[in-house]
Protein backbone atom coordinates (compact mmCIF):
# COMPACT_ATOMS: atom_id res chain seq x y z
CA UNK A 1 0.00 0.00 0.00
CA UNK A 2 1.37 3.47 -0.77
CA UNK A 3 0.39 5.06 2.22
CA UNK A 4 3.49 5.90 4.36
CA UNK A 5 2.94 4.25 7.15
CA UNK A 6 6.33 4.38 8.51
CA UNK A 7 6.79 8.53 7.89
CA UNK A 8 8.03 9.91 11.95
CA UNK A 9 4.71 10.38 14.40
CA UNK A 10 2.60 13.38 13.91
CA UNK A 11 2.81 14.20 17.93
CA UNK A 12 5.75 14.89 20.17
CA UNK A 13 5.95 12.53 22.29
CA UNK A 14 7.85 12.62 25.64
CA UNK A 15 10.16 9.32 25.96
CA UNK A 16 8.87 7.67 29.11
CA UNK A 17 9.94 4.53 30.36
CA UNK A 18 8.05 1.32 28.51
CA UNK A 19 6.77 1.00 32.47
CA UNK A 20 5.27 3.99 32.16
CA UNK A 21 3.88 3.92 28.92
CA UNK A 22 2.08 1.08 29.48
CA UNK A 23 0.66 2.02 32.80
CA UNK A 24 -1.05 4.59 30.72
CA UNK A 25 -2.33 2.78 27.97
CA UNK A 26 -3.36 -0.43 30.18
CA UNK A 27 -6.82 1.19 31.83
CA UNK A 28 -9.93 0.11 32.52
CA UNK A 29 -11.22 -0.20 28.81
CA UNK A 30 -8.28 -1.68 27.64
CA UNK A 31 -6.59 -4.04 30.20
CA UNK A 32 -4.37 -5.78 28.59
CA UNK A 33 -0.72 -4.62 27.60
CA UNK A 34 0.14 -5.14 24.57
CA UNK A 35 2.87 -6.89 24.39
CA UNK A 36 1.43 -9.67 26.59
CA UNK A 37 -1.29 -9.75 24.31
CA UNK A 38 0.87 -10.77 21.63
CA UNK A 39 3.48 -12.85 23.55
CA UNK A 40 6.67 -10.71 23.38
CA UNK A 41 7.22 -10.67 27.27
CA UNK A 42 6.25 -14.94 27.50
CA UNK A 43 9.89 -16.13 25.62
CA UNK A 44 11.49 -19.40 27.36
CA UNK A 45 14.85 -19.25 29.09
CA UNK A 46 17.67 -20.25 27.38
CA UNK A 47 19.01 -22.71 30.03
CA UNK A 48 15.80 -24.26 30.49
CA UNK A 49 15.41 -24.97 26.92
CA UNK A 50 18.95 -26.47 26.69
CA UNK A 51 17.98 -29.20 29.80
CA UNK A 52 14.74 -30.00 27.74
CA UNK A 53 16.61 -30.59 24.61
CA UNK A 54 18.56 -33.61 26.25
CA UNK A 55 14.81 -35.12 26.62
CA UNK A 56 13.68 -37.46 23.74
CA UNK A 57 12.70 -36.05 20.92
CA UNK A 58 9.24 -36.33 19.17
CA UNK A 59 8.57 -38.28 15.99
CA UNK A 60 8.81 -35.03 13.48
CA UNK A 61 12.27 -33.52 15.33
CA UNK A 62 13.22 -36.69 15.62
CA UNK A 63 13.35 -36.52 11.45
CA UNK A 64 15.05 -33.44 11.24
CA UNK A 65 18.12 -34.21 13.57
CA UNK A 66 21.09 -34.09 11.50
CA UNK A 67 19.21 -33.34 8.78
CA UNK A 68 20.57 -30.26 5.97
CA UNK A 69 17.32 -28.58 4.60
CA UNK A 70 17.15 -26.62 1.60
CA UNK A 71 14.80 -23.68 1.01
CA UNK A 72 13.43 -21.41 -1.69
CA UNK A 73 11.92 -18.66 -0.82
CA UNK A 74 13.23 -17.92 2.60
CA UNK A 75 13.01 -14.05 2.22
CA UNK A 76 9.23 -14.24 1.78
CA UNK A 77 6.84 -14.26 4.27
CA UNK A 78 6.16 -18.07 4.72
CA UNK A 79 9.89 -18.92 4.01
CA UNK A 80 10.64 -16.68 6.97
CA UNK A 81 8.46 -18.28 9.03
CA UNK A 82 9.77 -21.41 8.28
CA UNK A 83 13.40 -20.67 9.51
CA UNK A 84 12.21 -19.49 12.43
CA UNK A 85 10.24 -22.64 13.20
CA UNK A 86 12.81 -25.17 12.21
CA UNK A 87 14.79 -23.40 14.17
CA UNK A 88 13.28 -22.72 17.27
CA UNK A 89 11.38 -26.07 17.38
CA UNK A 90 13.93 -28.88 15.81
CA UNK A 91 16.83 -27.35 16.87
CA UNK A 92 18.93 -30.25 15.76
CA UNK A 93 18.73 -30.03 12.24
CA UNK A 94 22.50 -29.77 10.52
CA UNK A 95 22.49 -26.79 8.20
CA UNK A 96 19.80 -24.76 6.32
CA UNK A 97 20.84 -23.91 2.84
CA UNK A 98 18.93 -20.97 1.54
CA UNK A 99 18.55 -19.84 -1.76
CA UNK A 100 19.05 -16.25 -2.44
CA UNK A 101 19.31 -13.68 -5.34
CA UNK A 102 21.49 -10.52 -5.17
CA UNK A 103 18.91 -8.00 -5.29
CA UNK A 104 18.72 -3.83 -4.97
CA UNK A 105 22.43 -3.64 -4.44
CA UNK A 106 22.92 -5.79 -1.51
CA UNK A 107 24.39 -9.18 -2.08
CA UNK A 108 23.14 -12.90 -0.90
CA UNK A 109 25.29 -12.28 2.77
CA UNK A 110 23.56 -8.72 3.12
CA UNK A 111 20.17 -9.84 2.32
CA UNK A 112 20.25 -12.80 4.93
CA UNK A 113 21.42 -10.67 7.38
CA UNK A 114 17.77 -8.39 6.73
CA UNK A 115 16.07 -11.10 6.88
CA UNK A 116 17.13 -11.74 10.69
CA UNK A 117 16.33 -8.53 11.11
CA UNK A 118 12.95 -8.83 11.32
CA UNK A 119 10.92 -8.85 14.89
CA UNK A 120 9.97 -11.90 14.22
CA UNK A 121 13.18 -13.81 14.95
CA UNK A 122 13.55 -11.70 18.05
CA UNK A 123 11.84 -14.79 20.17
CA UNK A 124 14.47 -16.94 18.45
CA UNK A 125 17.17 -14.81 19.15
CA UNK A 126 16.58 -14.60 22.82
CA UNK A 127 15.99 -18.87 23.19
CA UNK A 128 18.47 -19.75 20.47
CA UNK A 129 21.24 -17.13 20.40
CA UNK A 130 23.50 -19.54 18.27
CA UNK A 131 21.12 -20.62 15.57
CA UNK A 132 22.79 -17.95 13.07
CA UNK A 133 25.52 -20.46 12.79
CA UNK A 134 23.98 -23.11 11.16
CA UNK A 135 21.99 -20.74 8.23
CA UNK A 136 23.82 -20.10 4.98
CA UNK A 137 22.77 -18.14 1.89
CA UNK A 138 23.45 -20.12 -1.49
CA UNK A 139 23.30 -17.38 -4.53
CA UNK A 140 20.92 -18.03 -7.10
CA UNK A 141 17.28 -17.48 -8.68
CA UNK A 142 15.02 -19.93 -9.51
CA UNK A 143 14.44 -18.24 -12.79
CA UNK A 144 17.29 -18.99 -14.19
CA UNK A 145 18.46 -22.26 -15.81
CA UNK A 146 20.16 -24.24 -13.02
CA UNK A 147 18.68 -22.18 -10.56
CA UNK A 148 21.59 -19.76 -10.97
CA UNK A 149 23.33 -21.69 -8.75
CA UNK A 150 27.86 -22.17 -9.25
CA UNK A 151 28.50 -25.51 -9.91
CA UNK A 152 30.34 -26.04 -6.62
CA UNK A 153 27.00 -24.87 -4.62
CA UNK A 154 25.06 -27.55 -6.67
CA UNK A 155 27.38 -30.35 -5.84
CA UNK A 156 27.14 -28.95 -2.56
CA UNK A 157 23.79 -29.14 -1.86
CA UNK A 158 23.86 -32.74 -4.01
CA UNK A 159 26.09 -34.44 -1.75
CA UNK A 160 24.51 -32.91 1.48
CA UNK A 161 20.75 -31.63 1.45
CA UNK A 162 18.11 -34.39 2.63
CA UNK A 163 15.15 -32.37 2.65
CA UNK A 164 14.17 -29.58 0.00
CA UNK A 165 11.14 -26.92 0.67
CA UNK A 166 10.25 -25.08 -2.77
CA UNK A 167 8.34 -21.91 -1.99
CA UNK A 168 9.46 -19.53 -4.03
CA UNK A 169 7.27 -18.05 -6.23
CA UNK A 170 5.93 -14.56 -7.75
CA UNK A 171 2.68 -13.90 -6.28
CA UNK A 172 1.72 -10.53 -8.71
CA UNK A 173 -2.17 -11.43 -9.97
CA UNK A 174 -0.99 -9.44 -12.96
CA UNK A 175 2.45 -11.03 -13.55
CA UNK A 176 3.62 -10.52 -17.32
CA UNK A 177 3.39 -14.44 -18.57
CA UNK A 178 7.43 -15.15 -19.30
CA UNK A 179 7.98 -14.09 -15.88
CA UNK A 180 5.27 -16.23 -14.17
CA UNK A 181 6.20 -19.34 -16.19
CA UNK A 182 10.49 -18.53 -15.52
CA UNK A 183 9.57 -18.01 -11.70
CA UNK A 184 6.28 -20.47 -11.15
CA UNK A 185 6.84 -23.26 -13.86
CA UNK A 186 10.74 -23.37 -14.98
CA UNK A 187 12.03 -22.84 -11.61
CA UNK A 188 10.07 -25.95 -10.33
CA UNK A 189 11.47 -28.07 -12.99
CA UNK A 190 14.50 -27.05 -11.74
CA UNK A 191 14.25 -28.05 -8.47
CA UNK A 192 13.11 -30.96 -9.15
CA UNK A 193 16.38 -31.31 -11.40
CA UNK A 194 18.41 -30.54 -8.06
CA UNK A 195 16.18 -32.72 -6.34
CA UNK A 196 16.93 -36.19 -8.24
CA UNK A 197 21.21 -35.49 -7.87
CA UNK A 198 20.52 -35.31 -4.28
CA UNK A 199 21.91 -38.52 -2.77
CA UNK A 200 20.44 -38.58 0.57
CA UNK A 201 16.89 -37.20 0.02
CA UNK A 202 14.30 -38.00 2.38
CA UNK A 203 11.92 -35.43 1.22
CA UNK A 204 10.92 -32.71 -1.67
CA UNK A 205 7.87 -30.10 -0.81
CA UNK A 206 6.40 -28.00 -3.60
CA UNK A 207 4.70 -25.18 -1.78
CA UNK A 208 1.36 -24.75 -4.32
CA UNK A 209 -1.98 -23.42 -3.72
CA UNK A 210 -5.29 -24.32 -2.85
CA UNK A 211 -6.38 -21.70 -5.67
CA UNK A 212 -4.15 -23.57 -8.69
CA UNK A 213 -7.63 -25.65 -9.60
CA UNK A 214 -10.00 -22.36 -8.85
CA UNK A 215 -11.79 -23.09 -12.06
CA UNK A 216 -13.61 -26.30 -10.31
CA UNK A 217 -15.97 -25.40 -7.81
CA UNK A 218 -15.19 -28.39 -5.99
CA UNK A 219 -11.00 -28.98 -4.99
CA UNK A 220 -9.80 -32.21 -3.44
CA UNK A 221 -6.60 -33.32 -2.43
CA UNK A 222 -5.76 -34.92 -6.09
CA UNK A 223 -4.34 -33.64 -9.55
CA UNK A 224 -6.41 -31.77 -12.34
CA UNK A 225 -5.91 -31.54 -15.78
CA UNK A 226 -3.95 -29.12 -16.54
CA UNK A 227 -5.05 -26.32 -18.90
CA UNK A 228 -2.97 -27.43 -21.90
CA UNK A 229 0.57 -29.03 -21.91
CA UNK A 230 2.87 -27.52 -19.86
CA UNK A 231 5.62 -27.99 -22.70
CA UNK A 232 3.98 -26.59 -25.12
CA UNK A 233 3.05 -23.64 -22.86
CA UNK A 234 6.94 -23.28 -22.07
CA UNK A 235 7.55 -23.73 -25.34
CA UNK A 236 5.58 -20.82 -26.64
CA UNK A 237 6.45 -18.40 -24.09
CA UNK A 238 10.27 -19.33 -23.97
CA UNK A 239 10.08 -18.97 -27.92
CA UNK A 240 8.62 -15.68 -28.44
CA UNK A 241 10.88 -12.32 -28.56
CA UNK A 242 7.99 -9.68 -28.42
CA UNK A 243 6.51 -9.56 -24.77
CA UNK A 244 3.97 -7.37 -26.02
CA UNK A 245 2.50 -10.02 -28.42
CA UNK A 246 2.90 -12.27 -25.55
CA UNK A 247 0.75 -9.90 -23.18
CA UNK A 248 -1.86 -9.52 -25.86
CA UNK A 249 -2.34 -13.51 -26.35
CA UNK A 250 -2.21 -14.39 -22.48
CA UNK A 251 -6.51 -13.42 -21.58
CA UNK A 252 -6.67 -15.84 -24.34
CA UNK A 253 -4.29 -18.89 -23.05
CA UNK A 254 -5.69 -17.98 -19.45
CA UNK A 255 -9.13 -18.32 -20.46
CA UNK A 256 -11.05 -19.71 -16.99
CA UNK A 257 -8.03 -19.26 -14.69
CA UNK A 258 -8.13 -15.52 -12.97
CA UNK A 259 -4.74 -14.43 -13.42
CA UNK A 260 -1.23 -15.89 -14.46
CA UNK A 261 -0.59 -16.81 -11.00
CA UNK A 262 -3.32 -19.43 -10.52
CA UNK A 263 -2.41 -20.40 -14.11
CA UNK A 264 1.27 -20.92 -14.50
CA UNK A 265 0.68 -22.82 -10.30
CA UNK A 266 -1.95 -25.39 -12.48
CA UNK A 267 1.01 -25.53 -15.30
CA UNK A 268 3.54 -26.57 -12.50
CA UNK A 269 1.50 -28.91 -10.54
CA UNK A 270 1.24 -30.79 -13.62
CA UNK A 271 4.85 -30.69 -14.15
CA UNK A 272 5.45 -31.76 -10.63
CA UNK A 273 3.50 -34.85 -11.25
CA UNK A 274 4.99 -36.25 -14.24
CA UNK A 275 8.86 -35.19 -13.56
CA UNK A 276 9.11 -35.96 -9.72
CA UNK A 277 8.56 -39.91 -10.53
CA UNK A 278 10.87 -42.03 -8.33
CA UNK A 279 11.61 -38.93 -5.84
CA UNK A 280 9.91 -38.65 -1.96
CA UNK A 281 7.69 -35.58 -3.58
CA UNK A 282 4.92 -33.67 -1.96
CA UNK A 283 2.66 -31.44 -2.94
CA UNK A 284 0.97 -28.71 0.07
CA UNK A 285 -1.44 -26.41 -0.63
CA UNK A 286 -2.23 -23.44 1.81
CA UNK A 287 -4.98 -20.86 1.01
CA UNK A 288 -4.73 -17.38 1.92
CA UNK A 289 -2.47 -17.21 3.99
CA UNK A 290 -2.49 -14.19 7.65
CA UNK A 291 -1.20 -13.48 10.21
CA UNK A 292 0.13 -15.87 12.88
CA UNK A 293 -2.24 -17.01 15.34
CA UNK A 294 -0.17 -18.09 18.64
CA UNK A 295 3.92 -17.90 17.56
CA UNK A 296 7.00 -17.16 17.77
CA UNK A 297 4.56 -14.50 18.77
CA UNK A 298 0.79 -13.19 18.27
CA UNK A 299 -0.59 -11.46 15.26
CA UNK A 300 3.21 -11.02 12.75
CA UNK A 301 3.00 -10.70 9.53
CA UNK A 302 4.89 -8.54 7.04
CA UNK A 303 2.60 -7.78 4.33
CA UNK A 304 -0.40 -6.39 3.43
CA UNK A 305 -2.18 -9.17 0.77
CA UNK A 306 -5.53 -9.71 0.72
CA UNK A 307 -8.12 -9.10 3.60
CA UNK A 308 -5.01 -8.50 6.27
CA UNK A 309 -4.53 -5.61 3.34
CA UNK A 310 -8.15 -4.63 3.32
CA UNK A 311 -7.63 -4.19 7.67
CA UNK A 312 -4.95 -1.81 7.32
CA UNK A 313 -6.46 0.20 4.32
CA UNK A 314 -9.68 0.26 6.56
CA UNK A 315 -8.13 0.82 9.82
CA UNK A 316 -5.78 3.64 8.46
CA UNK A 317 -9.06 5.71 7.22
CA UNK A 318 -8.05 5.25 3.57
CA UNK A 319 -10.29 2.09 2.60
CA UNK A 320 -13.82 2.72 2.75
CA UNK A 321 -15.76 0.33 -0.48
CA UNK A 322 -14.83 -2.91 -1.31
CA UNK A 323 -16.25 -5.06 -4.22
CA UNK A 324 -16.83 -8.73 -2.15
CA UNK A 325 -19.42 -10.60 -0.82
CA UNK A 326 -19.18 -10.48 3.23
CA UNK A 327 -21.61 -13.58 3.17
CA UNK A 328 -19.43 -15.99 1.52
CA UNK A 329 -17.30 -17.99 3.21
CA UNK A 330 -13.30 -17.01 2.84
CA UNK A 331 -10.60 -19.33 3.28
CA UNK A 332 -7.86 -17.88 5.57
CA UNK A 333 -5.06 -19.93 7.38
CA UNK A 334 -2.42 -18.89 9.85
CA UNK A 335 1.23 -18.80 8.67
CA UNK A 336 2.55 -20.66 11.54
CA UNK A 337 -0.17 -23.30 11.59
CA UNK A 338 0.74 -23.30 7.84
CA UNK A 339 4.46 -23.94 8.22
CA UNK A 340 3.36 -26.68 11.04
CA UNK A 341 1.75 -28.34 8.94
CA UNK A 342 4.40 -28.46 6.17
CA UNK A 343 6.94 -28.80 8.41
CA UNK A 344 4.71 -32.41 9.48
CA UNK A 345 3.75 -33.00 5.80
CA UNK A 346 7.87 -33.68 4.91
CA UNK A 347 8.25 -35.59 7.35
CA UNK A 348 4.69 -37.62 6.01
CA UNK A 349 6.40 -37.71 2.76
CA UNK A 350 9.51 -39.06 4.00
CA UNK A 351 7.38 -42.01 5.19
CA UNK A 352 5.50 -42.97 2.12
CA UNK A 353 6.66 -45.76 -0.32
CA UNK A 354 7.57 -44.45 -3.24
CA UNK A 355 7.61 -46.46 -7.25
CA UNK A 356 7.29 -45.51 -10.80
CA UNK A 357 3.51 -45.63 -10.75
CA UNK A 358 3.07 -43.56 -7.49
CA UNK A 359 1.65 -39.72 -7.61
CA UNK A 360 2.96 -37.29 -5.12
CA UNK A 361 0.43 -37.03 -1.78
CA UNK A 362 -1.14 -33.69 -1.91
CA UNK A 363 -2.00 -31.78 1.51
CA UNK A 364 -5.09 -29.04 1.08
CA UNK A 365 -4.27 -26.93 3.77
CA UNK A 366 -7.30 -24.95 4.32
CA UNK A 367 -10.11 -23.42 6.90
CA UNK A 368 -13.62 -23.51 5.14
CA UNK A 369 -14.44 -27.25 5.39
CA UNK A 370 -13.69 -27.74 9.31
CA UNK A 371 -13.68 -24.02 10.83
CA UNK A 372 -15.47 -21.78 8.78
CA UNK A 373 -15.72 -18.19 8.67
CA UNK A 374 -17.28 -15.67 5.94
CA UNK A 375 -15.63 -12.34 5.11
CA UNK A 376 -18.40 -9.85 6.84
CA UNK A 377 -18.08 -12.17 10.65
CA UNK A 378 -14.28 -11.82 10.10
CA UNK A 379 -14.43 -7.96 9.69
CA UNK A 380 -16.88 -7.97 12.22
CA UNK A 381 -14.93 -9.58 15.05
CA UNK A 382 -11.69 -7.68 13.68
CA UNK A 383 -13.11 -4.28 14.32
CA UNK A 384 -14.20 -5.33 17.82
CA UNK A 385 -11.29 -6.64 19.13
CA UNK A 386 -8.49 -5.09 17.20
CA UNK A 387 -9.35 -1.75 15.03
CA UNK A 388 -10.28 1.12 17.78
CA UNK A 389 -8.27 -0.80 20.65
CA UNK A 390 -5.12 -0.86 18.68
CA UNK A 391 -5.82 2.32 16.17
CA UNK A 392 -2.37 3.45 14.18
CA UNK A 393 -1.03 7.37 14.67
CA UNK A 394 -1.08 7.74 11.47
CA UNK A 395 -4.79 7.31 10.82
CA UNK A 396 -6.26 10.00 8.46
CA UNK A 397 -10.13 9.35 9.05
CA UNK A 398 -12.11 7.18 11.25
CA UNK A 399 -13.03 3.85 10.60
CA UNK A 400 -15.80 3.32 7.89
CA UNK A 401 -16.14 0.62 5.22
CA UNK A 402 -19.26 -0.42 3.00
CA UNK A 403 -18.62 -3.15 0.93
CA UNK A 404 -20.94 -4.74 -1.61
CA UNK A 405 -21.49 -7.25 -3.85
CA UNK A 406 -23.08 -5.16 -6.93
CA UNK A 407 -20.62 -3.77 -9.10
CA UNK A 408 -22.45 -0.84 -9.95
CA UNK A 409 -22.96 0.28 -6.38
CA UNK A 410 -19.26 -0.52 -5.96
CA UNK A 411 -18.54 1.69 -8.90
CA UNK A 412 -20.46 4.61 -6.93
CA UNK A 413 -19.06 4.11 -4.07
CA UNK A 414 -15.61 4.26 -4.87
CA UNK A 415 -16.23 7.61 -6.77
CA UNK A 416 -18.49 8.90 -3.81
CA UNK A 417 -16.17 7.54 -1.15
CA UNK A 418 -12.60 7.73 -2.71
CA UNK A 419 -12.07 9.45 -6.07
CA UNK A 420 -13.59 12.83 -5.22
CA UNK A 421 -12.14 12.94 -1.79
CA UNK A 422 -8.92 11.77 -3.33
CA UNK A 423 -8.44 14.63 -5.78
CA UNK A 424 -10.14 16.99 -3.21
CA UNK A 425 -7.82 16.42 -0.44
CA UNK A 426 -5.08 16.17 -3.26
CA UNK A 427 -5.63 19.65 -4.50
CA UNK A 428 -5.58 21.30 -0.85
CA UNK A 429 -1.88 19.35 -0.03
CA UNK A 430 -1.27 21.41 -3.43
CA UNK A 431 -2.30 24.23 -2.20
CA UNK A 432 -0.89 23.99 1.18
CA UNK A 433 2.90 22.47 -0.34
CA UNK A 434 2.08 19.30 0.83
CA UNK A 435 2.93 15.45 -0.80
CA UNK A 436 0.15 14.53 -3.15
CA UNK A 437 -0.81 11.13 -2.43
CA UNK A 438 -4.44 9.60 -2.22
CA UNK A 439 -4.98 9.70 -5.86
CA UNK A 440 -2.56 7.31 -6.54
CA UNK A 441 -3.51 5.23 -3.38
CA UNK A 442 -6.74 4.64 -4.77
CA UNK A 443 -5.69 4.43 -8.43
CA UNK A 444 -3.70 0.96 -6.91
CA UNK A 445 -6.54 0.18 -4.95
CA UNK A 446 -8.97 0.31 -7.87
CA UNK A 447 -6.36 -2.02 -9.66
CA UNK A 448 -5.83 -4.37 -6.79
CA UNK A 449 -9.85 -5.15 -6.16
CA UNK A 450 -10.22 -6.15 -9.69
CA UNK A 451 -7.44 -8.53 -9.54
CA UNK A 452 -9.43 -10.03 -6.42
CA UNK A 453 -12.77 -9.51 -7.28
CA UNK A 454 -12.89 -13.32 -8.55
CA UNK A 455 -11.89 -14.15 -5.20
CA UNK A 456 -13.64 -12.21 -2.85
CA UNK A 457 -17.31 -13.24 -4.81
CA UNK A 458 -16.79 -16.88 -5.06
CA UNK A 459 -16.03 -19.59 -2.89
CA UNK A 460 -15.10 -23.30 -2.77
CA UNK A 461 -15.77 -26.74 -1.75
CA UNK A 462 -12.29 -27.84 -0.36
CA UNK A 463 -11.63 -31.86 0.97
CA UNK A 464 -8.58 -31.73 3.14
CA UNK A 465 -8.76 -35.45 3.97
CA UNK A 466 -4.79 -35.92 3.38
CA UNK A 467 -4.30 -33.17 6.01
CA UNK A 468 -6.70 -34.39 8.31
CA UNK A 469 -5.50 -38.18 8.60
CA UNK A 470 -1.99 -36.25 8.60
CA UNK A 471 -2.96 -34.48 11.74
CA UNK A 472 -4.84 -37.80 13.35
CA UNK A 473 -1.63 -39.86 12.57
CA UNK A 474 0.68 -37.57 14.52
CA UNK A 475 2.16 -38.36 18.38
CA UNK A 476 0.92 -36.27 21.02
CA UNK A 477 4.10 -34.59 21.28
CA UNK A 478 4.22 -33.57 17.95
CA UNK A 479 0.77 -32.41 17.90
CA UNK A 480 1.54 -29.73 20.91
CA UNK A 481 4.89 -28.47 19.09
CA UNK A 482 3.42 -28.22 15.51
CA UNK A 483 -0.15 -27.22 16.64
CA UNK A 484 -1.99 -27.17 12.93
CA UNK A 485 -6.04 -28.39 13.71
CA UNK A 486 -8.10 -25.84 11.93
CA UNK A 487 -11.03 -27.11 13.88
CA UNK A 488 -9.77 -26.04 17.09
CA UNK A 489 -8.46 -22.80 16.12
CA UNK A 490 -10.26 -19.98 17.59
CA UNK A 491 -11.33 -16.83 15.43
CA UNK A 492 -12.34 -14.99 18.29
CA UNK A 493 -8.24 -15.28 19.94
CA UNK A 494 -7.12 -14.69 16.48
CA UNK A 495 -8.94 -11.32 16.25
CA UNK A 496 -8.03 -10.23 19.77
CA UNK A 497 -4.15 -9.77 18.71
CA UNK A 498 -4.59 -9.02 15.08
CA UNK A 499 -5.21 -5.73 15.68
CA UNK A 500 -1.59 -5.12 17.58
CA UNK A 501 0.12 -7.32 15.86
CA UNK A 502 -0.50 -4.86 12.32
CA UNK A 503 0.72 -2.19 14.71
CA UNK A 504 3.44 -3.90 15.86
CA UNK A 505 5.12 -5.74 12.90
CA UNK A 506 3.62 -4.41 9.57
CA UNK A 507 2.52 -0.85 9.91
CA UNK A 508 5.29 -0.47 13.22
CA UNK A 509 3.72 2.12 15.13
CA UNK A 510 6.43 2.90 18.25
CA UNK A 511 4.49 1.48 21.53
CA UNK A 512 4.62 4.84 23.04
CA UNK A 513 2.13 6.28 20.49
CA UNK A 514 -1.00 4.20 21.64
CA UNK A 515 -2.21 6.68 24.46
CA UNK A 516 -2.36 9.75 21.69
CA UNK A 517 -3.84 7.37 18.50
CA UNK A 518 -6.15 6.24 20.92
CA UNK A 519 -7.01 10.23 21.54
CA UNK A 520 -6.69 11.03 17.69
CA UNK A 521 -9.00 8.08 17.38
CA UNK A 522 -11.57 9.52 19.42
CA UNK A 523 -11.23 13.04 17.69
CA UNK A 524 -11.60 10.84 13.94
CA UNK A 525 -14.37 9.47 15.26
CA UNK A 526 -16.40 12.87 16.23
CA UNK A 527 -15.59 14.46 13.00
CA UNK A 528 -16.84 11.07 11.41
CA UNK A 529 -19.97 11.48 13.37
CA UNK A 530 -20.09 15.28 11.99
CA UNK A 531 -19.62 15.09 8.66
CA UNK A 532 -22.03 12.70 8.43
CA UNK A 533 -24.93 14.66 9.95
CA UNK A 534 -23.86 17.21 7.78
CA UNK A 535 -24.30 15.35 4.32
CA UNK A 536 -27.37 14.19 5.96
CA UNK A 537 -28.44 17.55 6.56
CA UNK A 538 -27.82 18.29 2.75
CA UNK A 539 -29.49 15.38 1.32
CA UNK A 540 -32.62 16.14 3.08
CA UNK A 541 -32.41 19.53 1.99
CA UNK A 542 -32.13 18.38 -1.72
CA UNK A 543 -35.02 16.32 -1.03
CA UNK A 544 -37.28 18.79 0.38
CA UNK A 545 -36.28 21.08 -2.39
CA UNK A 546 -37.07 18.90 -5.01
CA UNK A 547 -40.39 18.05 -3.72
CA UNK A 548 -41.34 21.51 -3.37
CA UNK A 549 -40.34 21.52 -7.23
CA UNK A 550 -42.69 19.09 -8.01
CA UNK A 551 -45.73 20.43 -6.19
CA UNK A 552 -45.00 24.30 -7.47
Given at each position: ???????K???K??RK?Q??I??E??????????L????????D??M?L??T????R?D????Y??A??F????TG?M?K??????????P??????L??????????N????AI??D?????L?????KF?????A????VS??????????R???A??VNI??H??A????????R?A????V??????I????EM?????????S?A???????K?E??????????NG??????????D???E??TP????G?????????????D??K????????G?F?P?V??ST?????R?W????Y????????????V?H????????V??L?PV?L?V?A??????????S?T??E??P??????????N????????????K?????????????????????N????????????????Y???????M???K?M???IY?????????L???????????????????????????KI??F??????W???AR??????R??????DI????N?RTK??K??????L???????I??R???????????
Open positions: MALDLHRNEFISSDELKIITDEFPLNPELVGETSFDPIEEDKLPSVQEFKDSIITGGFGMLIEKLSRSCHYKHIYLIRNKKGKNVERIDFERLFKRKHERPYHKISIAGDLPGLGISSSDKKLENVFAATIRFDEHITININLGTREISLAKTNLKACMYVTYANCVYSIEKFYGAPYDYVISLVTSANDKKLNISLTAWPNTYTFTKALAELAHESIGLPFIRSVIYNEPVGIDNVGPIGMIVGVGAGLTHHCDVDKVDVDVNLICSAYKVSQITSSTPIFNYVSSKQPINLGKFFEIIKYGLPNWPTINAIWYYSFIPTNPYIYSLLFLLLHTIPGFLDFLCLTGKQLTNKKMKKANTAVFFANNQWDFIDKNTSALWNGMSEADKFFDIKEMSDYYACGIGLLYLVKDHTIKAWELRKAHLLKTVVAIFLVCWFIINMCFN
